[in-house]
């Protein structure tokens, strides 16, 4: 066994003016050499847990710390951040945190600067750099042209051209498409394979990591609660249920079947383990007479109108090409597309947020271009990607109650929609709290509070899962589909596809700026090719069952694991 | 997770590396140096005396001295100004190095308000600076160019009453309000605090200015109402931008620089 870099010794950390612990009697070894996966429902620690490697918790943050941890030998508090970062490099959620240059080279060579390293190894380090993450010949690239994932690939740049023996990632995939997510999942694995850099990685993309990490920590309430091999965590269902985990597909499919009294050896963790199973699932053949369920098609008048809509920045940038589609009262729209589709620029022309640069929105027939953006606000609900952008109040209370008053309702009325909106998302316990020393998910549900208070016809959850773990996502969603009961219409925008089988009727595929697929959902997550031109990854369940049709081709096009097991039980 | 108890032994915990200077970590004081330049372009008022107007930055000058101490306090101010000066002539005055010096000395007084015992006797040197320098100014106004003593004692009144509330507990008494939990107590805190703070660099700034200019007896009493009025606006700025700092600070729980009292 190689030997430990990091040791984590009984730690506990309490932050200030917090009375909890956020880690509690932590022990934990990683080894040179490993990729460590890090898993846990939002507010278990993850965060915490990494700030914890190079001494910013709790040098930065200060509060109570209890027990040590060291790396490649140093006490991170007996050492300062500057000398830590020499051997720690940190990635986080949303690269534009990180990125501060004016130039991809720039932005490489800042750490190294700062350290007083010779002009030569500088220029000799952005390149090694460069290259490990495939950005070379981006080099005089304004970071702000790049993509998500591309941005996010520069933050890993900057953090190897230190050298580090250890490179920690917190969520680095969550507000990327799929194919982002892959490609940093793949960027750290060739980091650890090639250059043998130890790697720390929180992450909900239990797909990938299954595929990725060596081991895996689950940390709940601020406790290590299990920690094995993929196959070992992924495979203990019961275990992910307990923690509000999402299990990857391919292994709640076999170990519901498994439940099911149908003989499985073992329930894979991967798709392709998955795969060799398939052959004996298909013998059992139990779901000859299987019928599919199709949503009602909503053919009602159209709520919402688009047509020819061309859009283009300030910049040139053309966002939107000759969009047409309308929507109808009461439906549930999911529109996914690769990061810079054009799909948010699309709702915001809802809002008149944006105007047409051709073409028309109409709402109920009038032209949005001619209603007044706060008449819209009244009627069309907006919950922005980044909750932060939207939070601006002291107190969650004020928050919800911000419009209300505003909108000069009885302060009785304010209170009790508030109340009534804090309770629908979970946030009983925290009116009185600042927005912003709460966890990213649960900021974003003070935003959906803030909209449901207003209780417009439409509402638009921008990626409104990003950030939040399987249980948070599902919460959100069930609100969404409540909400859509009630006669609301929905628009959904989100890379999470596996989360939407249960909630969305229609899919607006779009990519480069034009819809590339209107259809039922079944139809959509079926067309994987359509879906993979803009690098969107249709759920594992989907996945198998186009396996299943290679084995037998009158399998029916399935979209999740409960229809899977439900096909063969 | 509250339940459960550490088992390992509790550390001490200190920002530590070259990134702070008197325990204030260098963002905070390049943020609030920030903060003073931003506010050096709004003009509070017109002084007759000097011909020229001061910023707003004055009000927070308070602020920057609790929050990251004596020295950091100071420096960030000193920077803040300086940049202040260039940036925003308007409001530099006809003298910017006394805006600079004025700026630096008012965090640094306001950075000697402090609970603990540490330090607990560095306030007397800002304090005895502030006392001299007002001698100076009320003796060169009575005995060298004959002012009249009621003028003298009534402008002078953002002074003497900042150096009696200086020199007596109410120096303590302040510091202990802005770090009240009590949100009553923190405006009265930031708002007597800055009140004395700037009345400390007032006495001694004036007498400098008083020594170059000599100005006659119409133009103190005719700022008689007026400087009490733009030391009110201060403590005003004080208070609402204070209160909103110190309520993100404490609510977003980071790092305290050692020696803020907030």
Known sequence: MPDPITVFKDVSYQYPQSSDFALINVNLEVYEGEFLGLIGPTGAGKTTFCLAFNGIVPQFYGGRFFGSVTVAGLDTLDHPISEMARYVGMVFEDPETQL????????????????????????????????????????????????????????????????????????????????????????????????????VMASHS??????????VVVLSQGEVTALGTPEEIYSDIELLEQNSLRPPQVASTFYTLGKKEIAIPKVPVQMQDAIPLLVDLNQIRSGD?????????????PLLSVKDLTHVYPDGTKALHEISLDIAKGEYVLIAGQNGAGKTTLVKHFLNLLQ???????????????????ELAHRIGYVAQNP???????????EIRFALNNLGFDPEEAESRAMESLEAMGLGGVQDVHPLTLPKGDRARVVISAILVMKPDIIIFDEPTTGQDYLGAKQILEISRDLHQQGKTIIVITHHLYLMPDYADRVIVMGKGSILLDEDIRTAFHATDTLARTYLLAPQAVLLSQELQKINNEFPPLLTPEEIVDYFS | MAEKIPVGEERKVEFLGGAAIDGAPITYIIVLAAVVVALSFFPMSVILAIGGSFPMSQGILGLVGWVLGPIAGAVSSGIGATIGVFLAPHTAGPIPLLRIWGSLVTSFAAGTMVLGQKRRSWWFWAWLYALLSFLYLVGRALFINGVGLWPVFANTFIDWSALILFALPTRTLFAKWINSKQW?????????????????????????????????????????????????MR????????????????????????HAIY
């Open chain 1, 206 to 215: 239990a797909e990938e990591m299954a595929t990725f990490a060596d081991r």
């Open chain 1, 356 to 374: 047409p640069t051709q073409g028309s929105v109409k709402l109920d027939g009038n032209n949005t271009k001619e209603m007044a953006v706060s």
């Open chain 2, 184 to 232: 009553g107590l923190v405006i009265a805190g930031l708002g007597l605090g800055t009140w004395m703070a700037y009345g400390i660099t007032h006495a001694s700034i004036t007498a400098i200015m008083y020594h170059m200019f000599n100005w006659p007896e119409e133009v103190w009493i005719t700022l008689i109402p007026l400087i009490p009025f733009e030391n009110l």
């Open chain 2, 235 to 258: 403590a005003l700025v004080g208070i609402v931008i204070g209160g909103g700092v110190i309520a993100g600070l404490r609510a977003l729980g980071l790092v305290k620089p050692e």
């Open chain 1, 388 to 398: 932060d952008h939207q939070i601006f109040n002291a107190t969650v209370g004020d």
């Open chain 1, 100 to 199: 501060i240059a004016t130039s991809v080279e720039n932005e490489v060579a800042f750490a190294l600067e700062n350290l007083k390293i010779h002009r030569e190894e500088i220029i000799e380090r952005v390149s090694y750099a460069l290259s490990a993450v495939r950005l070379a010949g981006y080099e005089k690239k304004h970071p702000h042209e790049l993509s998500g994932g591309e941005k996010q690939r520069l933050a890993i740049a900057a953090a190897i051209a230190v050298k580090p023996s250890l490179l920690i990632f917190d969520e680095p995939t969550s507000q990327l498409d799929p194919a982002g997510a892959e490609e940093v999942f793949a960027t750290a694995k060739a980091l650890n394979r090639e250059s043998g850099i130890t790697i």
């Open chain 1, 289 to 301: 007479d299987y019928a599919i369920e199709t949503p009602p098609e909503n053919k009602g008048k």
